[in-house]
C-alpha cells in the first residue's frame, strides 16, 4: 500500500498516514473500506438551523458552516434528548 503525505497537513508535524482503500478501487469487498464520498453546498447556518436539518433528515449527527464563527462545526444527538456540537478551533 502506498504512503501519502498531505501538502496541506505539513505545518502541523503528522505522522504519514497509509492511503484509505476506495470504494471505486477494483479489488473485491474488504471491510474497513470508504464506501462512500458525498460533497454538498454549505451555506452559514446557526446551530438552531443546524439542528432543525439534522432532525429534518432523520440523522444522528449533522455537519454544517456556522454562521457566528465561519468554522466547519457538527451538532449530534446525546442521549437524553440533549444535543452536542463540535467545533473546529
Known amino acids: 500500500m502506498e504512503t501519502v503525505t498531505r501538502p496541506d497537513t505539513d505545518a502541523y508535524d503528522l ?6 482503500v476506495r470504494w471505486d478501487d ?3 469487498y474488504r471491510p474497513g473500506r470508504v464506501a462512500r464520498e458525498k460533497e454538498h453546498p454549505a451555506k452559514p447556518m ?6 432543525y436539518e439534522m ?3 432523520g440523522h444522528d ?3 454544517f458552516a456556522d454562521a457566528d464563527s465561519g468554522q466547519p462545526s457538527v451538532v449530534y444527538r446525546r442521549k437524553g434528548f440533549d444535543y452536542g456540537v463540535i467545533r473546529l478551533a
Do not use: G, K, R, S
Request: net charge negative; proline share 10%.
Open 15 to 20: 505522522p504519514d498516514i497509509p492511503e484509505q
Open 26 to 28: 477494483e479489488d473485491a
Open 46 to 51: 446557526t446551530v438552531d438551523q443546524a439542528l
Open 55 to 57: 432532525e429534518l433528515v
Open 61 to 63: 449527527f449533522y455537519l
